[in-house]
């Protein structure tokens, strides 16, 4: 059983550019959490999303910033226009289901974005 | 806002020392979750705490939740070098589950 897979793993982007990182969740989850990680900071809470729906998106920036789960293929967080303040480790963690944070929350390696 | 503190911050510890990270957060929850992080990977999970007074032990490390007192603790016995990363605590805010939130991290390094 593969577990949450992110990719790439690392991005490279200039000022201005679009970046799209991915997510596919562990088999058998249907829902997807978004994480930013700034250097030297813990993980902030951006998005909370089930297949086809944005349950909670508090944590999103209120421009450039967009994500969705389809109901085919992985979770996709999209930045347009990004800044150099974009750079940061995006993490994506799993769950089976929701309103159960018993279970653990498994987390990806993470894609490392880069903005020069 | 829940807010959620670690400390100390940084920790530099001989091998075969014990210690103790805290963990404070500011308003009620039952959920308390513990990870670990090397450089460049992923969050691991370690704990997952429940109750008020939960404790939990997994080889050297041993975490436990007093919700009165809004803390957790993760206890190291006899660090060794393996031991080396950073560890978060992550609270699960009242009447919403469906997000978690973390602490600053405590980075850990332990010498021989």
């Known amino acids: 059983n593969a577990g949450v897979m992110q990719n790439p793993r690392h991005l490279v982007r200039r000022r201005g550019q679009e970046a799209r990182l991915r997510c596919s969740p562990m088999?058998?989850?249907?829902?997807v959490y978004w994480y930013r990680q700034l250097p030297e900071e813990g993980l902030k809470f951006m998005v909370y999303?089930?297949?086809?729906?944005?349950?909670?998106e508090s944590g999103m920036p209120k421009e450039r910033f967009s994500a969705e789960f389809p109901k085919e293929g992985p979770s996709i967080l999209r930045i347009q226009q990004v800044v150099r303040g974009d750079s940061a480790a995006y993490f994506c963690?799993?769950?089976?289901?929701?309103?159960?944070?018993?279970?653990?929350?498994?987390f990806g390696s993470g894609t490392q974005l880069s903005v020069l | 806002e829940l807010k959620v503190e670690q400390n100390p911050l940084f920790l530099s510890m001989q091998e075969g020392k014990n210690y103790t990270i805290y963990c404070n957060y500011s308003?009620?929850?039952?959920?308390l979750y513990w990870y670990r992080q090397d450089p460049g990977k992923s969050l691991e999970s370690l704990f997952v705490?429940?109750?008020?007074?939960a404790v939990k032990q997994e080889g050297r490390l041993m975490a436990s939740l007093d919700t009165k007192a809004r803390l957790s603790t993760l206890h190291i016995t006899a660090a060794v070098h393996d031991l080396s990363a950073t560890y978060f605590c992550?609270?699960?805010?009242?009447?919403?589950?469906?997000?978690?939130?973390f602490g600053t991290g405590t980075r850990l390094q332990v010498f021989p």
């Open positions: 963690a799993s769950s089976p289901k929701r309103a159960d944070l018993s279970e653990k929350l498994f």
């Open positions: 088999k058998g989850h249907s829902h």
């Open positions: 999303l089930q297949k086809e729906n944005i349950i909670d």
């Open positions: 308003t009620t929850s039952d959920r």
């Open positions: 705490l429940l109750s008020n007074g």
């Open positions: 992550a609270v699960d805010p009242p009447n919403n589950t469906d997000k978690l939130i």
